[in-house]
């Protein structure tokens, strides 16, 4: 066997450095990607929520089916970045039904741009009154869940 010259500090350091590099690549090349604007969103509000001191998980990279993206302060959250606060809303459902409920049953908080925040609540009370929410039948609710 031959004897490898590098002290084992170095040869950690380098791999640890070779690893550490590509999760940052593989993690920053999903931004270019066609929803890649919503990621980085994502990681914006993460970030600040995280510098407000809340307590804050990302759970979105696990790409779990009708999965939270974020936890913060035990509320599950499902970020929608999408040209329109309607289409934001509109990205929110499948076959007319609406996809993203908590562990307990209760609608996840969706996050949508702040500028596109009452077109969302409007396509969304809109969604409710046509029953396509289950367990929810008051438009207003709608600014609970927007």
């Given at each position: 066997m031959e004897r490898n010259d590098k002290p084992t500090g170095e040869i950690a350091g380098s791999q640890y450095s070779n690893v550490t590099i590509s999760e940052t690549?593989?993690?920053?090349?999903?931004?270019?990607?066609r929803q890649g604007h919503g990621f980085a969103a994502?990681?914006?509000?993460?970030?600040?929520?995280?510098?407000?001191?809340?307590?804050v998980r990302i759970l979105g990279d696990d790409n779990a089916l009708d999965?939270?993206?974020?936890?913060?302060?035990?509320?599950?959250?499902?970020?929608?970045?999408?040209?329109?606060?309607?289409?934001c809303v509109a990205a929110c459902f499948k076959d007319g039904?609406?996809?993203y409920y908590s562990a307990n049953g209760?609608?996840?908080?969706i996050e949508v741009p702040a500028d596109m925040y009452d077109d969302a609540v409007q396509?969304?009370?809109t969604r409710i009154s046509n029953g396509e929410v289950e367990g929810v039948t008051n438009p207003k609710y709608a600014k609970k869940i927007i």
């Open positions: 690549t593989a993690g920053m090349e999903k931004f270019h990607a994502e990681r914006a509000e993460h970030l600040n929520d995280y510098l407000d001191g809340k307590e999965g939270a993206d974020r936890i913060v302060n035990g509320y599950e959250i499902q970020s929608k970045y999408c040209a329109s606060g309607q289409q039904r609406f996809r209760k609608t996840m908080q396509a969304m009370r």
